[in-house]
């Protein structure tokens, strides 16, 4: 009887250990594909598409809610957003926006959302849990870019037509200060320890780097390729790492991912990726890091710590944004 | 009683610090003649407002900017009717306003221009496509926004070698403008390695452009028209007069293309342009104009556009500050066709892509791939620096 319990202990044990070794550490990506209007799903292990999502028209942003579970994807011509679900990996639910969602971000607790308007020059407040607008703030021209800031008290939004980042406070929801900024901004990021917000401007062709608390821009980083175009140059995405040492620009039809210096705000190598390169995320572990080639209908995957692109994945038609699960 | 009138001067001088503490109002004039240019096509029909209204537009993007930079701007429209005294106009409209925006012939350009030199103002060419203005005609206080006939010309040309379209037949009406495209087309053609194996002119012999039933006679005459052609693959047709080319389509002898005025069209805008950004731009402007955005409006809004950026960076709203930040080598300006518009110092054109389109859709944008240029891709369009016979003072 002992024996037989033994034994028995001992294939139960077994057979844990067996499934704890079964590789938990596949991450998922979800790309939101403009023009096919779905969502492709991304399988670290495999590197490849497991699934395809059908979402509603023109999805462009796209970021998984704080606790990991659910995906919202910004389907613009249907003017909302629409709710994945990441364990079914299927639209549950939708979510007001205001007209013509683009980009959004959400704060750190996950219960507010803001959305940016580009055909009304607005950022819509949308409470999460309530599921319904609370507010909103007029801005300048288009807006499209939204960042908040690493203590939540700061939301910027880049308004593409106007060159401008406007601050907004958000516990008072007023503008507190605009930067203007070369033409055409599209992104805006901060540091990891708020120390610096970056915002690429796709027409001038730079990316400017602002301090936070004096509201100036202190550095202006310029891209050089040899034997392309300076119009083709066009940054969008922008992803730092952790350290802030390293940072990473998706430069749009010059095909590339700029590597650059995150202290000395220069360029250090250039990642030749596929076509139309806008937006990018990170694997959680930061070891490798997605892009997407909206020209090229795929996904370039970066190791981070070779710098070097290893594979590519086919993916729907005009990829634009793209999110893991930071966990 | 002195007092009292000290008291309230007192007041008025406070008040007017008060006032000075509003926005700085930057004013931009529109300066166009009155009435539109029939067009053939009834859906191609301009209205009233072709043009102004992309300035109207533009003067509410600047403001939502101006919001955040206490700049303000406002426009004023003045119409002319033939036998008006264009230099007289442009002066009076230059006493309120630091900019004009112009849609006027080339002479009256000129007349506008001379006017006004040795002032500050600075007159910015929304509407004429010739060449001679930005060649020997050149002014130093303006700033073509418009496209040149050559940039068009050769926009096309490149496209239609590319497509290796190369044999043209080049049909061509009797007007003088119709004669300046076929120059531009002819210069085109040699410079990117075309031929026109034949030439053939459209004589304008007068009559009504519209009738109620003319089309079943327009059917029989085009094929005559194009009969017993020479090989060839496009039939190219100069009718900026609008007189003839729209009828050519589909009835041709052989059956080929169209291009030039009709067909194949290059523009600097069309309403059916989605890509880079440019859907929101559409939107905008059908909101506040219910109605599509032409050329002419696309070209009124990026010349209001030009102020608006050059103001908000330079935080004036003077003409000479802003004249200057213009015409900085850094300058630019984005409007919606993927890449940064900047000016040629040589003659301040701006410089632009050109979309090729079909009334529906934009089939092509120029310069076309394959193209090259070692200072900018968008001077293998139009008249080079190397070419120019402008000499700016």
Redesign the interface.
């Known amino acids: 009887m002992w024996r037989r319990c033994l034994r028995s202990g001992m294939a139960a044990w077994l057979a844990a250990g067996l499934s704890a070794a079964t590789p938990a550490s596949a991450f998922i990506a979800y790309v939101s594909n403009e023009k096919s209007n779905t969502v492709s799903v991304i399988d670290t292990d495999k590197w490849s598409v497991t699934k395809t999502i059908k979402v509603g028209q023109r999805p462009r942003g796209i970021e998984f809610t704080r606790d990991s579970k659910f995906v919202l994807v910004a389907v613009g011509d249907d003017d909302k957003i629409e709710v994945i679900d990441a364990a079914t990996q299927q639209v549950v639910d939708s979510l007001p926006s205001g007209p013509d969602p683009e980009l959004f971000t959400q704060d750190a607790a996950g219960k507010t959302l803001y959305v940016a308007n ?2 009304d ?1 607005t950022v819509t407040i949308i409470d999460l849990e309530k599921r319904v607008r609370i507010g909103d703030i007029q801005v ?3 807006p499209e870019g939204m960042a908040l800031s690493p203590d939540g008290k700061i939301l910027i939004n880049t ?6 980042a ?1 601050f907004i406070d958000t516990a008072t929801r007023q ?1 507190v200060a ?1 930067v ?1 900024v070369d ?2 901004p599209r992104f805006a990021e901060f540091k990891p320890d708020g120390s610096e917000l970056w915002v690429s401007s ?4 730079t990316v400017s780097v602002i301090d936070p608390v004096k509201r100036t821009v202190t550095d202006k980083i310029t891209f050089n390729i040899p034997g392309l ?1 300076r ?2 140059i ?1 940054p969008v995405g922008i992803g730092i790492t952790k350290d802030g040492k390293t940072a990473f620009i998706a430069l749009g ?1 010059a095909n590339r991912i700029a590597v650059v210096d995150g202290t000395s705000h220069t360029v250090t190598k250039y990642l030749l990726v596929g076509q139309r390169v806008w937006h990018m995320a990170f694997t959680p572990d930061q070891k490798y890091l997605l892009v997407t080639n909206g020209v090229s209908n795929d996904v370039s995957v970066i190791d981070v710590a070779a710098q070097k692109v290893i594979k590519t994945i086919q993916v729907g038609e005009l990829p634009w944004g793209i999110t893991m699960a930071q966990q | 009683m002195v007092r009292w009138l000290v008291g309230a001067i007192g007041l008025s001088v406070v008040a007017t610090h008060a006032l000075a503490a509003g926005p700085v109002e930057i004013g931009i004039g529109y300066l166009g003649y009155a009435g539109v240019k029939s067009k053939l096509s009834l859906v191609e029909q301009p209205s009233e407002n072709d043009g102004i209204a992309g300035a109207r537009l533009a003067i509410e ?1 600047n403001n ?2 101006g919001k ?2 206490n700049q303000h701007f406002t426009l004023e429209e003045v119409r002319l009717k033939e036998g008006d005294d264009v230099a007289q106009a442009a002066v009076a409209l230059a006493g309120r306003n630091g900019f004009i925006i112009a849609d006027l012939p080339a002479d009256a350009l000129l007349k506008a221009a001379d006017a006004l030199r040795g002032g500050e103002t600075v007159l910015l060419n929304a509407g004429s496509i010739d060449d001679r203005l930005r060649e020997q005609d050149c002014r130093g206080n303006v700033i073509h926004v418009a496209p040149t006939r050559s940039m068009l010309a050769d926009a096309l040309a490149q496209y239609l070698v590319w497509k290796q379209w190369k044999r043209w037949m080049l049909v061509v009406g009797s007007h003088d403008q119709d004669k300046l495209y076929a120059d531009a087309l002819r210069r085109a053609a040699a410079r990117f390695g075309a031929k026109i194996v034949q030439e053939r002119v459209f004589e304008d012999t007068g009559g009504a452009r519209r009738t109620d039933s003319g089309v079943t006679q327009i059917q029989r005459q085009m094929p005559v028209l194009t009969q017993q052609a020479p090989a060839y693959d496009v039939l190219v047709a100069a009718d900026e007069s609008e007189v003839f080319a729209s009828y050519l389509p589909y009835r041709t002898w052989d059956p080929r293309p169209v291009a030039g005025s009709a067909g194949l069209v290059p523009t600097s805008w069309d309403a059916a342009q989605d890509q880079w ?1 440019a859907i ?1 731009m559409q ?2 402007f059908i909101k506040l104009n219910s109605r599509r955005m032409t050329a002419l409006d696309m070209q009124a809004w990026t010349a209001a ?1 030009m102020i608006g ?1 050059a103001t ?2 330079t935080n004036s709203g003077e003409p000479k500050p802003v004249f200057d930040f213009l015409k900085r080598p850094d300058f ?3 409007a919606f066709k ?3 518009l900047t000016l040629r110092d040589w003659n301040l054109q701006l410089r632009q892509p050109i979309l090729l389109v079909d009334g529906r859709m934009v089939v092509s944008v120029s310069p076309q791939e394959g193209f090259l240029h070692q200072v ?3 001077d293998t369009l139009g008249v080079d620096r190397p070419e120019t016979r402008c000499k700016l003072h």
């Open positions: 580009e055909n020059n300048g021209v288009e308004s593409e037509t106007t060159n401008m406007h503008i605009n203007l033409a055409r796709e027409i001038g062709g175009r119009e083709a066009q039809p | 993007d939502t900017t955040f930079l950004g929101q939107n905008r556009r950026e908000s960076r630019s300006v984005a993927g890449q940064r900018s891709e968008l």
